[in-house]
């Protein structure tokens, strides 16, 4: 009698803990596929990728999300994070400066192109960079600025393929 309380008590446990598992899975989280080479060599094309959707989630430096494109409004960019509200972001020769510090963490696959920028991130922004930073015409926050974390979808947390 005992031992059928006790898997009575398990089994309801075990059902609780599977509902809310597929409940957050469900409603917390999504699939995104990679579509380009901005990001390689920390994503292939092809690759699919869950996301913690933003609704639940808060974002910080080297995170790496997906966010609606600012210059297209049917599209979506898989970027990371590298400086947030009231930062200041330079790049200097093609290096990359945070608050005037030289951000090697950042730098993922080879040097920026040889330019100059500055730009301070607005209060609730974020800014956006590709990890393949050597390619061109690769669009991130150098062109269109940053991104409000209202038009953030949410943030990479596992690679499934």
Do not use: W
Not at 4 to 18: A, E, P, T, V
Not at 22 to 40: L, Q
Not at 53 to 59: H, R
Not at 117 to 138: A, C, H, P, Q, W
């Amino acid at each position: 009698m005992r031992n059928k309380s006790i898997f009575r008590g398990f089994s309801n446990l075990l059902f609780i803990g599977l509902l809310i598992f597929f409940a957050f899975y469900i409603f917390g989280t999504m699939h995104v596929h990679v579509d380009n080479i901005s990001m390689t060599p920390t994503f292939q094309e092809g690759q699919k990728l869950l996301l913690l959707k933003s609704n639940i989630c808060k974002f910080k430096k080297n995170d790496i999300v997906v966010f609606k494109a600012p210059d297209k409004s049917d599209e979506f960019y898989l970027k990371r994070i590298v400086a947030v509200q009231n930062d200041i972001v330079e790049i200097d020769k093609g290096a990359l400066l945070i608050n005037g510090i030289n951000d090697d963490t950042n730098l993922i696959f080879g040097k920026m192109p040889n330019e100059e920028f500055y730009y301070k991130v607005e209060t609730n922004r974020y800014f956006m960079l590709s990890d393949n930073r050597k390619l061109e015409n690769v669009k991130d926050s150098r062109n269109f600025g940053s991104i409000e974390k209202k038009n953030i979808i949410g943030k990479v947390i596992l690679k499934l393929k």
